[in-house]
């Protein structure tokens, strides 16, 4: 058992100090990434990002002094950098990423007013690099997808639409469902991230962010997706199953996408969950791939997943549609 104890004052934080009554030891309770350090996490996170964004380690000096009040020099945060390097991607492409974009307009940001505010953001030297990649030029028509929203998005459908996020599993074959779990660099980061922000409303977006500027593989967060009553019957039609339930009243399929990402040769959509072992979001994902493929002319090869700072579990969509698909042949 552990008693609060007095607080402790660092040279940014003031910290609360807990004393185990078994062995009498003090202690801050926080993740390793958390411990021993002169200033807190947020502030190395903030400080990796806008260096990141493409600010000189001057610049980056400069700016956290202004947000924080201290200065920090610029060796501080090389080191930042060379102890975070592993997560942090896009750090390799960011020479290339500044000679684009200036750091101002890396990011586009675009807000939402669909039932609640989304920010729709992406990252544009990605997807400038997108284009010109060997290896994933092929996927240039998810570039275009992404800088198209701001003006083809049809905002009226997501006032009366049914949301993907709330869809039931009945239109797939989940008999042919596999999951894999693992622990890959979005349980990393976000370990890293969720722990600095302590209002619970924030976490979601401040992930976002973080990966969005720091990764080498996210190219947008919050994307809007959506089927309209047309794509709705092209696509039962085309897979032989169900999407909207006699009498529901919805004409139309909306939703968000959390993370869209390009790496190893397909297309990633990834949802955050903070519990994600007891979460299956496996309906929401499927229609998330549904949509890409009509509003991004994909086939549906996508990868889906999600993930919480423990655990990541992915599924390919396609097999879940196989046997629906040759049974509407028949």
Same mark, same amino acid.
Request: a positive charge; glycine letters at 4%.
């Given at each position: 058992?552990?008693?609060?104890?007095?607080?402790?004052?660092?040279?940014?934080?003031?910290?609360?100090?807990?004393?185990?009554?078994?062995?009498?030891?003090?202690?801050?309770?926080?993740?390793?990434?958390?411990?021993?350090?002169?200033?807190?996490?947020?502030?190395?996170?903030?400080?990796?990002?806008?260096?990141?964004?493409?600010?000189? =380690?001057?610049?980056?000096?400069?700016?956290?002094?202004?947000?924080?009040?201290?200065?920090?020099?610029?060796?501080?945060?090389?080191? @930042?950098? /060379?102890?975070?390097?592993?997560?942090?991607?896009?750090?390799?492409?960011?020479?290339?990423?500044?000679?684009?974009?200036?750091?101002?307009?890396?990011?586009?940001?675009?807000?939402?007013? +669909?039932?609640?505010?989304? *920010?729709?953001?992406?990252?544009?030297? *990605?997807?400038?690099?997108?284009?010109?990649?060997?290896?994933?030029?092929?996927?240039?028509?998810?570039?275009?997808?992404?800088?198209?929203?701001?003006?083809?998005?049809?905002?009226?459908?997501?006032?009366?639409?049914?949301?993907?996020?709330?869809?039931?599993?009945?239109?797939?074959?989940?008999?042919?469902?596999?999951?894999?779990?693992?622990?890959?660099?979005?349980?990393?980061?976000? !370990?890293?991230?969720?722990?600095?922000?302590?209002?619970?409303?924030?976490?979601?977006?401040?992930?976002?962010?973080?990966?969005?500027?720091?990764?080498?593989?996210?190219?947008?967060?919050?994307?809007?997706? @959506?089927?309209?009553? /047309?794509?709705? *019957?092209?696509?039962?039609?085309?897979? !032989?199953?169900?999407?909207?339930?006699?009498?529901?009243?919805?004409?139309?399929?909306?939703?968000?996408?959390?993370?869209?990402?390009?790496?190893?040769?397909?297309? +990633?959509?990834?949802?955050? *969950?903070?519990?994600?072992?007891?979460? +299956?979001?496996?309906?929401?994902?499927?229609?998330?791939?549904?949509?890409?493929?009509? =509003?991004?002319?994909?086939?549906?090869?996508?990868?889906?997943? @999600?993930?919480?700072?423990?655990?990541?579990?992915?599924?390919?969509?396609?097999? =879940?549609?196989?046997?629906?698909?040759?049974?509407?042949?028949?």
């Amino acid at each position: 058992m552990s008693r609060r104890r007095a607080r402790a004052r660092r040279k940014i934080e003031i910290v609360q100090l807990w004393r185990c009554a078994s062995c009498k030891r003090v202690f801050t309770p926080a993740p390793a990434a958390l411990r021993n350090k002169t200033y807190p996490l947020k502030v190395v996170l903030d400080a990796i990002t806008l260096y990141d964004l493409g600010y000189s =380690l001057e610049q980056t000096a400069d700016k956290i002094k202004s947000r924080y009040g201290h200065r920090i020099g610029r060796s501080t945060i090389a080191a @930042w950098l /060379a102890e975070h390097c592993s997560l942090m991607t896009y750090t390799r492409l960011r020479a290339e990423g500044r000679r684009l974009f200036p750091p101002t307009q890396v990011i586009r940001s675009i807000k939402l007013y +669909h039932r609640q505010i989304y *920010k729709f953001e992406y990252h544009r030297p *990605k997807l400038a690099m997108l284009r010109e990649s060997r290896e994933h030029r092929r996927f240039a028509s998810v570039a275009d997808f992404l800088e198209r929203v701001p003006i083809e998005c049809p905002h009226d459908l997501f006032r009366d639409s049914e949301r993907a996020s709330r869809k039931a599993a009945s239109f797939l074959d989940t008999s042919r469902l596999i999951v894999v779990e693992k622990e890959n660099a979005a349980t990393r980061m976000a !370990g890293l991230v969720i722990p600095t922000v302590g209002d619970n409303r924030l976490r979601h977006e401040a992930l976002q962010r973080f990966m969005l500027v720091n990764d080498s593989t996210t190219l947008a967060v919050e994307v809007p997706i @959506w089927l309209a009553p /047309a794509d709705i *019957k092209t696509l039962e039609r085309e897979h !032989g199953i169900s999407l909207l339930a006699p009498g529901s009243g919805a004409g139309s399929i909306t939703g968000h996408i959390d993370f869209l990402q390009v790496r190893n040769g397909a297309v +990633h959509i990834l949802d955050y *969950k903070p519990h994600a072992r007891a979460d +299956h979001p496996i309906a929401q994902l499927m229609i998330y791939a549904l949509a890409l493929t009509k =509003l991004a002319g994909l086939r549906l090869f996508d990868i889906c997943a @999600w993930f919480d700072e423990e655990e990541y579990c992915e599924f390919f969509p396609r097999p =879940l549609l196989a046997r629906r698909r040759r049974q509407a042949a028949a």
